[in-house]
């Protein structure tokens, strides 16, 4: 309004309205912004009439109404000091623990020299116990109820950790394990071990800031005990076609209860892209990850596996694309559930028989492919399920009249409800640090909020819809208290935009996790704690979040950075610290590094070893026996500490830019990072940092050709000649509906309706380079900051 006044002033126009001014407010960074639309159309419409320019456009018809600067912002204008905010609650709840543990304290000792003067002076008694009832009163009756609740139960709360055994509560389901295991000398070790200080102000204060595991604020952990045979492994593996990472699978998760499936995606498949024979995109296809393209690639990658199954749980380390893949997960999901369906139902004959009918010899196959080529046989723990409907799905199945319309969307509602796993989906930490980006940033929020609203409608209840990141963070340079602040205020960023698009906060918090680097600084060792801590009292504090709302989850993998290809042997050493603090910190789920992965994409044997670090830890170190073994450790508390005060006060520095957003445009994060990757090269480089094996306790040289080969995986040419044919294959095979769909997509998206419903249909149709394509037209492409 101002501008247009000054406007209407330097014209002399004060007989015509200032809204009739050739004003446009646009923003230039905001692709398909409506404010620049106006200007075009504007200037059109006046070549037009002053000077016969003879142009029309069909691209923007209709009225184009002038955008809402708050419509328009990521984070509302009222919400930008959302980081101030949680430091400073979180400041508050701690200096309200203060006061009252002060309480607490006092309250013990009027108390006890109550009891000592009915020892002690018996004559006296009725002169002064009235008085120091007065004081115990007056001291009790200053703390906060639930101060109150925590002393008056902890003696019954103690007495149940001495049974037995112990029976809890999570999500309904109620869990009894035994409270004590067995040492071989016969020592009976606490699982979970409690303090055993009598002093009311200790007891509060440890309730107050610490708790036992599954208690707020949860420092030690989220649920009160680890499962009984469930271990946190989560192996991260990704190599060559669809069928040689299923066969990787099937060998990482060979004899273990549950399979923790993580997924690691090819460089051509991160951008989106499909497998060409371009030279720039065809000697990436299948190294240093999977090639994904279609939702037949995705069949295959987790077929043999009931996606379904509660002990089966599947990770994707994929960004800028994420919501096609996890559109064709879902879809593999409900297809594989469709083929159990028929199979229970004794129709599968019937089912096969059509499928063959409508595809003939185009029906494509599982290609078993090893590190040496093509093998004759499926992976041995491979039951060949999951391969009955490739080449089509269950919703051709309806259409072709095998299945009814009400059964499949039963199945697909079902599949939704029970499928267990995350995306990592995180495109703010991309921005800062990965660099994986496709979509302009506005827009990948949008399909984030797209994903979360269809969780939302769909009672999506087991699977992430983000993995909010600082393991890349970390790999960029960060130091652990950077990687830990700026994962944190991403964090509260995607909760701050889903509160804007109007959904609950209790209908989103819990499809949220986090992934966490852990290197061999000191503060690895709270790096878990200390972000659980922060997030509880948020969640409950500021944003009046439910129990389950408050639990922070988060998977570790140990630190890629830390392993070196000098004196490659060492890294297991490495690793094998790094594990033990994440078990130690109470992880959800864990991935040691290979030790070759310092050079290349893990061999077998290599995988193998890595996932024998983890079972020794849990297996046969004596002390894993008991699950808080952090606790009562004085510089644990002591780190713990001093690592959530930087953190809150990186928070601050990032409020002062704008928020995380306002920060990224002057590429702050950026720029803190790599500052502190220069400081640690420099530190190593100079050996102020001691790097075993690299900068010191080095062999001489006449000792180097004692060095240990090292064998480099690479996808070979079969394979990504078999990617190629089976992506044009697909391509063909819905050449029909390719253009309606992609059609549909696009109008969806200008529409500003939810795209990932479209998705869901899109993938079962369309390869993951032509959804791109068609995104990059109404969401723009990513352009970094200058």
């Not at 008056?152 to 035994?178: C, H, I, K, L, S």
């Not at 055993?196 to 610490?210: I, K, M, N, Q, S």
């Not at 491979?382 to 009955?388: A, F, I, M």
């Not at 419903?757 to 369309?766: G, N, P």
Request: net charge negative.
């Amino acid at each position: 309004r101002d501008v247009r006044k000054q406007v209407q002033r330097n014209r002399v126009r004060f007989d015509e309205d200032p809204a009739d001014m050739p004003v446009y407010p646009t923003m230039a960074a905001h692709f398909g912004d409506p404010g620049v639309t106006r200007l075009y159309r504007a200037l059109l419409d006046r070549l037009n009439e002053e000077h016969d320019f003879g142009r029309e456009t069909q691209v923007y018809g209709g009225e184009i109404p002038e955008p809402d600067p708050s419509e328009v912002a990521i984070i509302p204008p009222e919400r930008e000091r959302y980081l101030g905010e949680i430091a400073e609650t979180c400041q508050d709840y701690h200096d309200w623990v203060e006061r009252q543990v002060e309480y607490a304290r006092k309250w013990g000792e009027a108390k006890g020299a109550r009891e000592q003067i009915e020892d002690w002076a018996p004559e006296d008694q009725e002169q002064l116990t009235g008085r120091l009832d007065e004081m115990v009163q007056h001291w009790w009756d200053k703390l906060d109820k639930r101060c109150k609740d925590i002393l008056e139960n902890w003696d019954d709360m103690a007495a149940d950790y001495q049974e037995e055994e112990f029976t809890y509560t999570v999500r309904g389901r109620d869990f009894t394990v035994p409270l004590y295991r067995e040492s071989l000398s016969g020592t009976k070790v606490p699982r979970v071990a409690l303090p055993t200080t009598d002093d009311p102000g200790e007891r509060l204060e440890f309730a107050l800031t610490e708790n036992l595991p599954g208690y707020f604020p949860f420092t030690a952990g989220v649920f009160p005990f680890k499962l009984e045979g469930e271990e946190p492994t989560r192996m991260f593996a990704g190599e060559g076609s669809p069928e040689r990472t299923n066969r990787r699978f099937h060998l990482v998760s060979a004899g273990s209860e549950v399979n923790r499936l993580s997924t690691a995606f090819d460089s051509v498949t991160l951008y989106g892209r499909d497998p060409a024979e371009r030279p720039d995109i065809y000697g990436k296809v299948g190294n240093a990850g999977v090639s994904i393209c279609t939702l037949d690639d995705m069949k295959k990658l987790f077929s043999g596996f009931d996606l379904c199954d509660r002990k089966t749980s599947v990770s994707m380390t994929i960004n800028g694309p994420a919501p096609m893949l996890m559109a064709m997960f879902f879809n593999a999901a409900i297809d594989q559930q469709v083929e159990q369906h028929l199979r229970e139902e004794d129709r599968w004959e019937e089912a096969e028989s059509v499928i063959e009918e409508k595809l003939g010899d185009d029906r494509p196959e599982y290609v078993p492919y090893g590190p040496d080529g093509r093998e004759d046989d499926l992976p041995p723990t491979h039951d060949g399920s999951g391969l009955g409907l490739l080449g089509t799905s269950g919703e051709e199945l309806v259409d072709w009249g095998v299945l009814d319309r009400e059964t499949y969307e039963e199945i697909k509602t079902e599949t939704l409800h029970v499928v267990r796993g995350t995306v990592q989906a995180d495109i703010l930490k991309e921005d800062q640090a990965q660099n994986t980006c496709i979509f302009s940033t506005d827009f990948s929020l949008r399909l984030m909020g797209d994903i979360q609203q269809y969780f939302i409608d769909w009672d999506v209840r087991n699977f992430y819809s983000v993995s909010i990141s600082g393991y890349h963070i970390a790999e960029a340079g960060a130091n652990p208290i950077t990687q830990l602040a700026f994962t944190l205020a991403n964090g509260f960023t995607y909760v701050e935009y889903y509160l804007s698009r109007g959904m609950d906060i209790d209908d989103f918090a819990q499809n949220l996790s986090f992934f966490f680097s852990n290197g061999m600084d000191p503060e690895y060792n709270v790096i878990g704690r200390v972000a659980r801590r922060i997030w509880a009292v948020a969640m409950k504090e500021l944003y009046g979040a439910s129990e389950r709302s408050q639990k922070l989850k988060y998977h570790i993998q140990t630190s890629g950075r830390s392993l070196h290809a000098e004196e490659i042997q060492f890294n297991d050493i490495r690793t094998t610290l790094q594990g033990l603090m994440a078990i130690y910190d109470r992880c959800n789920s864990l991935h040691t590094n290979a030790y070759d992965e310092a050079i290349t994409t893990p061999t077998e044997e290599s995988v193998r070893r890595a996932i024998a670090i983890q079972k020794i830890i849990n297996k046969e170190l004596g002390t894993t026996m008991n699950e808080n073994p952090l606790q009562g450790s004085h510089l644990i508390e002591e780190l713990t500490d001093l690592v959530e005060e930087a953190v809150l006060h990186e928070f601050e520095r990032i409020n002062n830019r704008g928020g995380v957003l306002g920060a990224m445009e002057s590429m702050y994060q950026r720029g803190k990072i790599q500052q502190e990757s220069k400081t640690y090269e420099e530190a190593k480089h100079s050996g102020e940092r001691p790097v075993i094996g690299v900068n010191t306790y080095t062999r001489d040289e006449e000792e180097e050709g004692d060095e240990q080969e090292v064998e480099l995986m690479r996808s070979s040419d079969d394979e990504k000649q078999h990617q190629l044919r089976n992506l044009h294959a697909f391509q063909s095979r819905y050449a029909d509906k390719n253009a309606a769909v992609i059609e549909e997509l696009k109008e969806t998206a200008r529409r500003g309706e939810n795209t990932f419903e479209v998705l869901m249909e899109a993938v079962k149709y369309c390869s993951l380079g032509q959804i791109t394509e068609a995104l990059f037209e109404v969401g723009g492409e990513y352009r970094r900051n200058m």
